[in-house]
C-alpha cells in the first residue's frame, strides 16, 4: 500500500513536471500572441503582456489553456482558481499569491493523472491495446460526462468531430506522449477559417459604416444626398447577409469537419496504435505519461 502511494506521487510528480514545461507555450497559444512567461509568474502579470487586456476573462484564458491538454475545467473550478467571489481587497491578499502558473500546472496534473494506460485482461491474459481502448473511454467518460458510449469496432467520426474531437485528441496524443499523429487538415477546416473570417470582417465592415453614418448624421444636417444614404443603406444589408450567412456555415463546417488522421478510422485502430507506440516511447516520457514499461 505504501509502496503503490509512493509510486502514485512520483507518477504525478512526473506528470505536473511536464505540464509545466509545455504550460507557458500553451497559454500563449491561448492568448494568441507570444508570452514571456515562467513557472513562478503570476497569470494576471502574464495576461498584462497582451493589448487591450482589461477585457480578458480569465476564466476563458484557464479554459482554453487545459484545452490545450485535452483538459476540461467546469465553470466552478476556473471561477473558484480565479477567485472570481473575492472581492478585489480580498483577492489580492487570499487569491492572487496562488494565481501562478506552477498551481494551474497542479490543477491540470491532476486531471490529467486521473486516467492511465494499465494492459486489461482479455481472456484471461494481460493484453496492452484493450487497457489502451479502457483508456480512451475514460477520458471520453471524463470529458463528455458518460453520454458517448462506443465500442471497439465503431468509428470515431461516428461520435467525435469539431470541437469534441479537438478535445479529446490533445488528452489522446498526451497519455500516448505523442505516439498517435495529430489531427489532419480538411477542406472543411479550410471552409470553416475562411467563413469565420469573412463574418467577422463584414461584421467589422458594418461598424465601421454605422460610425460614418452617424459621424456624418451629426456634423451634417441634412445628409448630403439620398444617394449618399443609399449606399451606406445597401452597404449594411450586404454586410449582414455575409454574417448570417458565413458565421453560421463556419460553425456547421467545424461541427462536422471530420479530422481524424489516415489510417485511424474505428477506436480499436486508435487504441492498436498507442499500443504498439510504446514499443518507441522514451524511458523518461514512458514513466512521466503513466505507461509504465515499454513491451
Given at each position: 500500500m505504501v509502496e503503490n502511494r509512493k509510486s502514485t506521487q512520483r507518477e504525478f510528480a512526473a506528470c505536473r513536471t511536464r505540464v509545466a514545461a509545455a504550460l507557458p507555450h500553451a497559454m500563449s497559444e491561448a492568448c494568441g500572441c507570444s508570452l514571456n512567461l515562467a513557472s513562478s509568474d503570476r497569470i494576471d502579470t502574464a495576461i498584462r503582456q497582451i493589448p487591450g487586456w482589461e477585457e480578458v476573462d480569465f476564466a476563458d484564458v484557464l479554459d482554453l489553456t487545459a484545452a490545450r491538454f485535452g483538459v476540461r475545467l467546469s465553470d466552478e473550478e476556473a471561477r473558484a482558481f480565479c477567485g472570481d467571489e473575492l472581492a478585489p481587497d480580498e483577492w489580492e491578499r487570499f487569491a492572487g499569491k496562488h494565481f501562478t502558473l506552477d498551481a494551474l500546472a497542479t490543477l491540470i496534473a491532476r486531471k490529467l493523472a486521473c486516467v492511465r494506460i494499465r494492459p486489461d485482461a482479455a481472456f484471461g491474459k494481460a493484453c496492452v491495446p484493450a487497457g489502451c481502448f479502457v483508456a480512451i473511454r475514460e477520458i471520453a467518460d471524463e470529458l463528455f460526462e458518460g453520454h458517448c458510449r462506443f465500442g471497439p469496432s465503431d468509428t470515431i467520426s461516428r461520435f467525435f468531430r469539431g470541437r469534441d474531437l479537438e478535445l479529446l485528441w490533445p488528452r489522446l496524443r498526451w497519455l500516448s506522449c505523442d505516439q498517435i499523429p495529430e489531427l489532419r487538415a480538411t477542406w472543411l477546416t479550410s471552409l470553416s477559417g475562411v467563413l469565420f473570417g469573412m463574418g467577422v470582417l463584414s461584421g467589422m465592415t458594418f461598424g465601421v459604416l454605422f460610425l460614418i453614418f452617424a459621424a456624418v448624421s451629426a456634423f451634417s444636417s441634412?445628409?448630403?444626398?439620398?444617394?449618399?444614404?443609399?449606399?451606406?443603406?445597401?452597404?449594411?444589408?450586404?454586410?449582414?447577409?455575409?454574417?448570417?450567412?458565413?458565421?453560421?456555415?463556419?460553425?456547421?463546417?467545424?461541427?462536422?469537419?471530420?479530422?481524424?488522421?489516415?489510417?485511424?478510422?474505428?477506436?480499436?485502430?486508435?487504441?492498436?496504435?498507442?499500443?504498439?507506440?510504446?514499443?518507441?516511447?522514451?524511458?523518461?516520457?514512458?514513466?512521466?505519461?503513466?505507461?509504465?514499461?515499454?513491451?
Open positions: 441634412p445628409i448630403s444626398g439620398p444617394e449618399w444614404s443609399a449606399y451606406v443603406i445597401i452597404g449594411w444589408m450586404l454586410c449582414l447577409a455575409i454574417v448570417a450567412v458565413a458565421l453560421p456555415g463556419a460553425w456547421l463546417a467545424h461541427r462536422f469537419d471530420d479530422r481524424v488522421p489516415d489510417g485511424i478510422r474505428t477506436f480499436r485502430d486508435l487504441a492498436m496504435l498507442m499500443a504498439q507506440g510504446r514499443a518507441s516511447v522514451p524511458t523518461s516520457c514512458a514513466d512521466e505519461s503513466n505507461l509504465g514499461t515499454p513491451f
